[in-house]
């Protein structure tokens, strides 16, 4: 089965298809000619994530899944959430990003925090959701160098590495993000 995962991240498509394995065959934005920047003006996850689904199903006709992740902090009343991304301004930084949250966190003994995935489907006429979380605490500073985002100051509950420095299937087999896979391959594995 061919199906498209609006994200212009490469590293979440790797991750995605190495959950995925060979049962389907997952192809990117680039590999439909999208080139456009996907709209994700609102002020949910889930808002986000069917409004960037639904913008590659109506303009390139494909079906599709997008995802859209949020990191929340406990001490900072859920933020960044849905603003994760652009958390300190744009252009977007991880770098940024994860310097102000280690600022806003300085007197901050709470640390405690969680991603939330929320993927959209849109197979034919149908919508369908599937989430997934990862519950764990924030670092008072880096720790590995692999993954993205957040991932170098974020350890996941149970663990003493962060997710930096676990390798892409540890990650997948806890995150927020292989668990909203999970869901939605246990779906598609059964229609
Ligand atoms: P998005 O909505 O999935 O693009 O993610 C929003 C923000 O959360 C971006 O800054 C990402 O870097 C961050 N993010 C998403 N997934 C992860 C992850 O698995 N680890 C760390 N940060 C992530």
């Known amino acids: ?9 490469q590293k979440k498509v790797e991750e995605v298809k190495a959950a995925l394995g060979d049962n389907f065959e997952i192809v990117s ?20 994530a069917f409004q960037k689904a639904r913008y590659v199903k109506e303009h390139f006709g494909v079906d599709c899944f997008a995802d859209d992740t949020g990191l929340e902090v406990d001490a900072l009343e859920g933020e960044p959430g849905v603003y994760s991304g652009r958390y300190a301004g744009e252009p ?7 310097d ?12 405690k925090a969680r991603f939330k995935t929320v993927i959209a489907l849109l197979l034919g006429d149908e919508e369908y959701k599937f989430e997934g979380v990862a519950e ?6 880096r720790k590995g160098d692999g993954g993205f985002g957040y991932d ?9 590495q962060s997710f930096a420095q ?26």
């Open 1 to 9: 089965m061919k199906i498209c995962f609006a994200t212009n991240n």
């Open 29 to 48: 934005l680039k590999d439909i000619g999208c080139i456009d920047e996907l709209p994700e003006t609102g002020d949910t996850l889930e808002h986000n």
């Open 92 to 98: 977007r930084s991880d770098d940024r990003n994860i």
């Open 100 to 111: 102000l949250l280690l600022k806003n966190l300085e007197k901050s003994s709470l640390r």
């Open 136 to 141: 764990g605490e924030i670092l008072k500073e």
């Open 152 to 160: 170098s100051v974020f350890v996941p509950n149970g663990y003493v």
């Open 166 to 191: 676990l390798t892409m299937a540890e990650k997948n087999a806890i995150s927020h993000r292989g668990k909203a896979v999970r869901a939605l391959i246990s779906f598609l594995s059964n229609i």
